[in-house]
């Protein structure tokens, strides 16, 4: 019998005869209602102040007004935390240390997250070895929020459960009599030893990893050189003289970041490293050069030997084979080895994937005493790892039939090997793990979706000694699995990929039980025991290294190229095009050519000339180009635009890789032309390559930079580094840095001093100042997207990129020497007409300058007076606001600005799919969640600009108001400031005396961009130095 | 003895009595338009129409349908908004200047050139409305107590001096317009024999008696307003100049502008005026109205503002050279020989070297060679516009922003709907409203003079 509880209501009901009880029992209500009062009274009730229709008015008002509330918009798809995570404020970002690896380039990273949402890309600074974060890595939050990721394993078309492929893909491996995982550079020390462990259990299991950009060919010199098949490590940061011969080690060399390194190389002082490059297509590195020497790609193995030549002349060493030359570019080598001697410490790169050329670049920095000391033997990089023989034999194998089961990991060999589409459909179980339907995975017949590498745990050893170890960020988005996860079930293994992982980083890589939350926190852990690989060897292992010399250098001199030449190069943007996909990257532009959404092939003006191509521009200034059909190696690609690149070796022709993706995502898909198809043997360069003219129309280009000279003007201030060293900055208008002096009745003034605006007191709290080094300046683009990430800047996409309606709010312009100046046409006796005209011509061989322009945040602004509704004001800690809902739109600011860094919005860029449906970071659901919530997205028909990142500042100085101490200086970064690895950009209050910035102000290369306009801006330069001789 | 003072050219030809003048001021309201008149609306209700389209898509889309970019921030739009503003010049400096220096040819002129004045100028305000990039906001600009904290507008802006004057403009012109026609209303008022028509124009002529009171006062509100329309007709060119002259981009930094642009605003509006009434004089038979007179007048003074005109485009060049600013003198260059040098060689010669030709009296007084030359003048000073607005933007200071502009179809597409909505109100005047001051044209009849005369002589009388 169910008891029937009893509750007591109170401590009354317990005593017997309680008179309070007794009262409630009888009486419902205890106390009187004073019913007769209010309603009894009539003469009360007539003096009210209440009537009765004051009361229905109030009723009727009260009834609206909760009407009227009730039809406020629901928030929709947002969702409160039920249990609050303890580390998660509402606001407040989180920073995470992480990894970024993706098969190209590696990055140890933190990441900031807010909410739960990782927004942004930074490099993780304390890292020993590749914090530092490119453009692309810096792009990267937004292929996480990619919506054409796969979201389910698919088997032939159609979903399934993971549970059941796994097992079936792990019966295939294991019964088949040939299975074979291609991947692409492993770097994961815990993954690689469960594969080679697998692989030396399972006789019909093979590994075969390659490169998207082979360098196998350098890897094989080293193997024979050293014994260890691994390039090695650079140290650049001491180094005089840098020689580079082909090779764009700012943006890709063996996959370490040597920017720094590089900046460091240069700092000012008499010891300033020198550079001098040697190259056909201008990259970037070749662009930063205090000495350019324009070269054939065949060229640069005779420059190397001819190179070898003179300093095995000079040091008595025996010669090789004599470099086939002709006198010019003979006498710039002999030039250079001179220089190498004279250098207290150098080191010579050199690019492309030619073996002998890479024994040859030993044996020169042998022969100077590179060899561990800038050149890293004993610390080698493990990002390039690929192996071109094992990879061509699999191919020869696939095509025989003799594969039954291929695991294609992370890969997309159909994009990026010639020849492997055809092969790959004589496997018969092909299996992916990708991120989506690729080029390679759509013909696979599986397909096993792993999570982005923010979604994973991960280990890398990029290079001896560094392990990283990367924590996800994020829960995954999609029914993913982790990559290593995948391979471990394939291979029989059915553990968590995190236990997995730290049980081995328990076991073999941390000392005894310690350090692993440490090592998660930090991103990283510095082994003792700097090598893993057993049987490491030096080059004194190797007997016959005269030998391996000797006959590279004959190879070289026996090398015969002939006809126009062509090398294959990454964009910093696309790299070799993995995050294809990616709008912030495909609108960012190339930083030599300026210009997005595309890859065409670069030519010398001469050269363009003679082939009757030309590039033009139309009415509204857009770029177009002609288009051709080239044949290299005996591939055929038809309607590739030609771009006239100033720097250019006659002979020569470039074109990008990691454009021409087919199956990349709405962004990506048949951006620019796909390279990697003329591309043979994992060579960087190709010969005797056919170019004709196709009869198509012109190609038309999205360029944002149509001017590439500076017609004279004084933009971009340049010294060489003996004036800068030796002769004053100031002195009386005849020192390197002055300032233009204006003559009035009170003497010669500047612009400062000759002007009638009333002057903002800036003595007064902080004043927010930008110095920019040009001489640091390296152009590579991550603060453009670090801008991009930071302060949703939206991507228009190509048409509108060609209307020149870029949004961006940071630009990096870049400028070429033009062989017109003023005193060539005061000497020549060259009109101003022609002067101009000439002027607008850039050099064939010209210098190169990278400004970075954004707002210049003027003290004395000329788009502050003339908004006609005060939408843009001036702050009291100098910066130039913008308050976008005060905005009209009248554009009257943008046209007012001499720096033209205000950008309209022209369209509706977010919600809006019909026309920027690419620019998913605003247009989808999902890319949306990218967006950084500190920062209004703006709306159609406002004007927006460089903030200075006013939200960083203004967190950072709450930040320290809540703790009642000053700003520190440095606590406050802007996004471009962070991304800068060189740091060119510097960040600051002004009014702090001891700060960075305040003596940056002071220094004496600082200049003001258009200072004779009388501006004043809160953001300034520092005088380019070049290093010539 | 009977002397007879040499006696001017009589303003109005062909004998007219004031019965003559009421009839035939009316007759193209009292009778039904011709059919030239319903082709030539039809043609601008089209235009007007697809303007109208346009401006619709823009406001729905987004100023990005036109051809800016982020270089060039105004081109067509503000180029449009220049030179109607400067055509409405013509019809202020007509009625109120020459009021004021007792230019008694004006009269069978100002009504029109009034009208014209007004309705170029609603074209005009147009542009600064729908070039905003968000329309809807657009009463910011005005200094109206808000809500948004303390929220005031920038006194500092020369755009916003336009707002002010061009709203006062147009309101004293509409005025002024107005109190001219009233008596003319009344006349048609008493005239009128349909009901409709008389209510509509006894309600317009504002119970107008025709007593000697009303004549004082009209007289004197006309004298007022006429005061106080003239110093508009400097300022507003001065002021619109002043939103390019106090900026800094070189071209448009130039101290000449203010009475550059007042010369060339009038300039352009004569040339206008000789456009409309060259067509109705002939489409209404109003020969004897505006006469061969008017025309070489007006001719004279499109000559003089042209030179001064001329004078200005020189000066600017000559300044550019002398004040040794290299983006100045780059930005002067370019004008002449960079990319679009086309432009301003249309505008050279259109602006400088056509009205020129007006020192020969043949021509002068040639009203087809007037018709082609108006125009002519106009499209000019269309392009003086474009040349400052667009080739001082295309290439400033950093060449790494250097582009060019290239309209789209919705650019022409609105400034075809402006010239079309212009026409549609014009067409629509000149079938409603008295075309000629008739109540100030009788004051200049010579009905005591030469018609008494000759009605003598035809009578046989001494």
């Known amino acids: 019998m169910a008891e029937v509880k009893k509750y007591w209501k109170g401590l009354e009901e317990l005593k017997e005869s309680s008179p309070i009880m007794d009262n409630l029992r009888q009486n419902e209500f205890a106390s009187e209602m004073p019913v007769e009062d209010f309603l009894g009274n009539g003469e009360m009730l007539a003096g009210a102040q209440t009537s009765r229709r004051d009361f229905l008015k109030y009723l009727g008002f009260s009834t609206a007004a909760a009407a009227l509330a009730a039809c406020e918009a629901p928030i929709v798809e947002s969702i409160p935390y039920v249990v609050k995570p303890d580390s998660v404020l509402p606001g407040v970002p989180n920073y995470y240390a992480s990894n970024y690896y993706d098969g190209h380039d590696f990055a140890s990273i933190l990441v900031k997250t807010r909410e739960g949402r990782p927004i942004k890309v930074d490099a993780n600074r304390d890292a020993p070895f590749n914090g530092s974060a490119n453009a692309r890595v810096q792009a990267a939050a937004l292929s996480l929020y990619d919506n054409s990721r796969l979201k389910s394993a698919v088997k032939e078309g159609q979903e399934v459960e993971w549970s059941s492929i796994l097992a079936e893909v792990s019966k295939e491996v294991a019964k088949a009599k040939s299975a074979v995982l291609l991947s692409n550079t492993i770097i994961s020390p815990t993954i690689s030893e469960a594969i080679s462990e697998f692989e030396l259990t399972h006789s019909n299991f093979k590994h075969i990893s390659y490169d998207a950009l082979s360098l196998s060919g350098k890897l094989d010199a080293w193997q024979e050189l050293t014994g260890r098949r691994a390039l090695p490590c650079y140290n650049i940061s001491q180094v005089g003289l840098i020689v580079s011969i082909g090779a764009d080690f700012l943006s890709d060399y063996n996959g370490q970041s040597m920017t720094s390194d590089y900046s460091k190389s240069r700092e000012l002082s008499k010891n300033m490293a020198r550079h001098i490059q040697f190259e056909s297509v201008m990259s970037l590195s070749g662009s930063n050069a205090d000495k350019r020497v324009r070269v054939k790609p065949s060229e640069q193995s005779q420059v190397l030997l001819a190179i070898y030549n003179e300093l095995a002349k000079a040091k008595g060493e025996s010669q090789l084979a004599s470099a086939n030359l002709d006198a010019k570019l003979m006498q710039d080598a002999a030039n250079t080895a001179k220089e190498l001697m004279k250098a207290s410490a150098s080191v010579v790169f050199v690019g492309g994937n030619k073996k002998e050329d890479e024994v040859l670049c030993y044996a020169i920095n042998k022969l100077l005493g590179n060899l561990d000391r800038s050149v890293l033997v004993s610390k080698r990089s493990r990002l390039r790892a690929g192996n071109d023989k094992a990879l061509n034999q699999l191919i020869a194998e696939m095509n025989a039939g003799k594969v039954d089961v291929l695991i294609l990991d992370s890969v997309n060999p159909v994009y990026n090997v010639r020849g492997f589409e055809e092969a790959l459909a004589k496997v018969k179980y092909k299996v992916a793990i990708a991120d989506r339907l690729d080029e390679t995975s759509s013909k696979s017949n599986v397909v096993l979706p792993m999570h982005h590498g923010f979604e994973s745990w991960s280990d890398a050893l990029p290079v001896d000694g560094v392990f990283n170890l990367g924590q996800p960020l994020i829960r995954p988005l999609f029914n993913t699995m982790q990559r290593e996860e995948i391979l471990l079930a394939v291979m029989g293994n059915s553990s968590k990929y995190y236990d997995y992982l730290r049980s081995y980083w328990s076991s073999n890589i941390l000392p005894m039980g310690m350090g692993w939350n440490q090592a998660v926190h930090d991103g990283f852990y510095m082994s003792e025991k700097s090598e893993i690989e057993a049987g490491e060897a030096s080059s004194e292992l190797v007997t016959n290294y005269d030998e391996i010399v000797a006959s590279s250098g004959k190879q070289i001199s026996t090398a015969k190229a002939a006809g126009i030449e062509i090398s294959f190069y990454q964009k910093a943007s696309m790299g070799v095009g993995i995050l294809s996909n990616n709008p912030w990257l495909q609108e960012m532009p190339d930083p030599l050519t300026r210009a997005s959404w595309d890859n065409y092939l670069t030519m010398s003006a001469s050269q363009a000339k003679e082939l009757g191509l030309e590039n033009s521009n139309t009415s509204n200034g857009s770029l177009n180009g002609s288009k051709v059909d080239i044949t290299v190696n005996g591939i055929t690609l038809t309607e590739v635009p030609v771009y006239i690149q100033p720097g250019q070796t006659y002979g020569t022709v470039g074109l990008a890789l990691g454009y021409g993706r087919t199956m990349a995502g709405k962004a990506g898909n048949n951006v620019g032309v796909n390279a990697f198809v003329l591309l043979q043997d994992g060579m960087h360069s190709a010969s005797d390559v056919r170019i004709e003219k196709s009869a198509s129309d012109d190609h038309e280009f999205a360029c944002v930079q149509l001017h590439h000279t500076m017609m004279g003007r004084d933009i971009v201030r340049e010294v060489t580094l003996d004036t800068f060293l030796n002769k004053p900055a100031k002195a009386n208008g005849e020192g390197w840095n002055e300032r233009t002096t204006y003559e009035t009745y009170e003497g010669a003034l500047t612009s400062d001093d000759a002007n009638l605006w009333k002057d903002f007191d800036h003595k007064t709290g902080h004043f927010w100042n930008l110095s920019i080094d040009l001489t640091k300046c390296i152009g590579c683009g991550a603060c453009v997207i670090a801008c991009h990430a930071e302060n949703n800047v939206p991507v228009v996409g190509k048409d509108e990129v060609r209307r020149s309606r870029d949004m961006h709010w940071l630009r990096i312009d870049r400028y070429f020497s033009s062989d017109m100046n003023e005193e060539v046409a005061q000497e020549g006796n060259i009109g101003a007409i022609d002067m101009f005209n000439a002027m607008e011509e850039p050099s064939e061989s010209p210098e190169v300058v990278f400004q970075p322009v954004m707002c210049q945040h003027c003290n004395h602004a000329p788009c502050e007076t003339v908004c006609p509704v005060a939408a843009t004001t001036h702050s009291a800690e100098g910066l130039n606001h913008m308050a976008y809902n005060r905005c009209i739109g009248t554009r009257y600011c943008a046209n007012n600005c001499p720096y033209k860094v205000r950008r309209f919005n022209w369209f509706l860029y977010h919600d809006n799919q019909d026309q920027f449906d690419v620019n998913y970071a605003m247009n989808d659901d999902l890319g949306k969640m990218v967006l950084n919530p500190d920062v209004t997205v703006r709306s159609r028909g406002v004007m927006e600009k460089c903030s200075m990142c006013i939200q960083r500042i203004q967190y950072g100085k709450l930040e320290a108001k809540k703790e009642g101490r000053p700003v520190a200086d440095g606590e406050i970064q802007t996004a471009c400031a962070q991304a800068c690895d060189t740091g060119a950009i510097r960040f600051g209050d002004a009014n702090d005396s001891q700060s960075e910035i305040a003596k940056l102000k002071k220094d004496d290369r600082m200049y003001h961009l258009l200072d004779e306009v009388g501006t004043q801006p809160s953001v300034f330069y520092q005088t380019k130095v070049r290093n010539k001789a | ?462």
């Open chain 2, 1 to 462: 003895m009977h002397y007879e003072s040499p006696i001017r050219e009589p303003l109005i030809l062909g004998d007219k009595n004031y019965h003559d003048v009421t009839v035939e001021v009316a007759r193209p309201i009292e009778t039904a338009p011709p059919r030239s008149w319903w082709i030539a609306f039809s043609i601008s209700l089209l235009l007007f129409l697809w303007g109208v389209g346009n401006i619709l898509y823009t406001i729905g889309t987004g100023i990005g349908t036109w051809g800016l970019n982020k270089t060039v921030g105004w081109a067509w739009d503000i180029t449009n908004f220049v030179w109607w503003v400067g055509i409405g010049h013509a019809g202020t400096l007509i009625s109120a200047v020459l009021l004021l220096f007792r230019q008694k040819w004006r009269m069978s002129i100002n009504r029109s050139a009034e009208a014209m004045t007004i309705f170029s100028v609603i074209q005009a305000a147009l542009f600064p409305g729908i070039h905003m990039g968000r329309i809807w906001l657009a009463y910011f600009v005005f200094p109206i107590p808000n809500q948004f904290g303390s929220l005031w507008v920038n006194f500092n802006s020369p755009l916003l001096w336009d707002v002010f004057a061009i709203s006062t403009y147009f309101s004293v012109s509409v005025v002024f317009w107005y109190v001219g026609l009233i008596p003319d209303f009344a006349m048609l008022r008493d005239r009128a024999i349909k009901p409709v028509q008389k209510h509509v124009y006894t309600i317009l002529s504002f119970g107008w008696g025709g007593k000697a009171k009303h004549w004082q006062r009209f007289e004197e509100v006309s004298l007022v307003l006429a005061g106080l329309a003239t110093p508009l007709v400097l300022s507003v060119h001065t002021i619109v100049s002043m939103d390019f002259a106090t900026s800094v981009i070189p071209g448009w930094h130039t101290t000449i502008f203010p009475p550059y642009f007042v010369a060339g605003a009038i300039f352009s509006g004569f040339a206008m005026v000789q456009t409309l009434l060259i067509i109705m004089r002939k489409m209404f038979r109003m020969e004897h109205y505006i006469t061969i007179q008017h025309i070489e007048m007006m001719n004279i003074v499109i000559m003089l503002t042209g030179s001064i005109v001329g004078v200005a485009y020189i000066t600017e060049l000559f300044i550019a050279w002398y004040s040794g600013v290299e983006y100045e003198q780059y930005a002067f260059l370019n004008r002449a020989t960079g990319p679009y040098a086309w432009a301003y060689w249309s505008m050279m010669t259109c602006n400088v070297f056509s009205p020129q030709l007006m020192w020969v009296k043949k021509w002068r007084t040639n009203i087809m060679f007037t018709f082609i030359i108006s125009i002519v003048v106009n499209i000019g000073m269309w392009f003086e516009r474009f040349v400052i607005i667009v080739t001082s933007l295309h290439r400033d200071y950093l060449p790494s922003s250097w582009t060019m502009f290239s309209p789209t179809f919705v650019d022409i597409g609105i400034y075809l709907g402006t010239i079309g909505f212009f026409f549609v109100l014009f067409l629509l005047y000149a079938r409603t409203f008295p075309v000629i001051a008739q109540a100030e044209l009788k004051t200049i009849l010579k009905s005591s003079g030469e018609s008494q005369k000759k009605h003598h002589t035809e009578d046989g009388h001494h």
